[in-house]
């Protein structure tokens, strides 16, 4: 019983807190900030109340500080001659922003706890590369990042550009299929983005079909109808060899019979 009055008691508490600092324009959930690699970031804090003081870390580690009793802003390594702060609002900025520099931040001004934030430091997005597929029916188009990439891969979507409604249909897929009868001079598009950019590549359908590949189905269906023709006139030929033998036959045994018939002989003596 003391144990579950306890944890709802704590919940209550945690709530309570989170109303508060919500009510005072300070935030319970780190805010969601992205950052390119070799650019610049700022965080911003609510600036809701007087400043008198400074304080952002990362995690546990001192970024910069600043007092009323300093003549200017304090940074601290690795952050040295990398960071502003608006000592009026308590903005901070971080130039040349490198991937070591993604972490948690948090600003205190006058003492007090004011915003939290996840920083994510992301590579500049790559071309994305595409290949295909196909059988007799469909072409399949992959969209792919290179291999070397590997900054937070888990961000990317993806979209397509094309003609056929099979894109539209293909939301956040890294592949999409086009029926092969469709018009392959046709551009499909592949689009990446993250947070912070995008990139595309396109091709024109008709390099995934090799070109005897292309012509292989003209090429199948003139030799199947040759060879049906062929079959067609041989089959007739026989057949009309197999009538005109039969007729032959006839008129011979027709003969033979006339000329073993005495009466026919007589009749035929003048």
């Not at 508490?13 to 324009?25: K, P, R, S």
């Not at 609510?46 to 400043?51: T, V």
């Not at 995008?198 to 390099?207: C, D, G, N, P, R």
């Amino acid at each position: 019983m003391h144990t579950g009055r306890d944890g709802l008691l704590a919940a209550g508490i945690l709530g309570v807190a989170c109303l508060v600092l919500h009510l005072d324009f300070i935030s319970c959930v780190p805010q969601r900030i992205y950052g390119t690699v070799n650019t610049s970031v700022t965080l911003y804090t609510s600036g809701s109340i007087p400043i008198k003081e400074i304080m952002w870390k990362k995690k546990k580690d001192k970024v910069v500080e600043w007092d009323e009793e300093f003549l200017k802003p304090r940074a601290y390594p690795p952050f040295v001659d990398r960071v502003h702060l608006d000592v009026t609002s308590g903005n901070l900025t971080i130039f040349n922003l490198t991937s070591s520099d993604e972490e948690d931040y948090e600003v205190e001004l006058s003492g007090i706890t004011d915003t939290k934030f996840t920083l994510y430091v992301i590579e500049p997005l790559p071309f994305p590369t595409l290949n295909c597929t196909f059988t007799a029916e469909n072409i399949t188009v992959h969209c792919g990042i290179p291999e070397t990439y590997s900054s937070h891969i888990n961000l990317i979507k993806y979209s397509w550009n094309c003609f056929s409604e099979q894109c539209q249909n293909s939301t956040n897929s890294s592949e999409v299929s086009i029926k092969r009868e469709s018009d392959l001079s046709q551009e499909i598009q592949c689009i990446i983005s993250n947070p912070l950019s995008k990139q595309a590549s396109s091709l024109v359908l008709a390099t995934c079909v090799p070109d005897n590949s292309r012509h292989s189905f003209v090429i199948i269906a003139s030799v199947l109808f040759v060879v049906i023709l062929a079959m067609f006139v041989l089959l007739c030929r026989r057949d009309f060899l197999k009538r005109d033998g039969e007729r032959d036959r006839t008129e011979k045994e027709a003969i033979n019979d006339r000329n073993s018939d005495p009466t026919s002989r007589l009749h035929a003596t003048p």
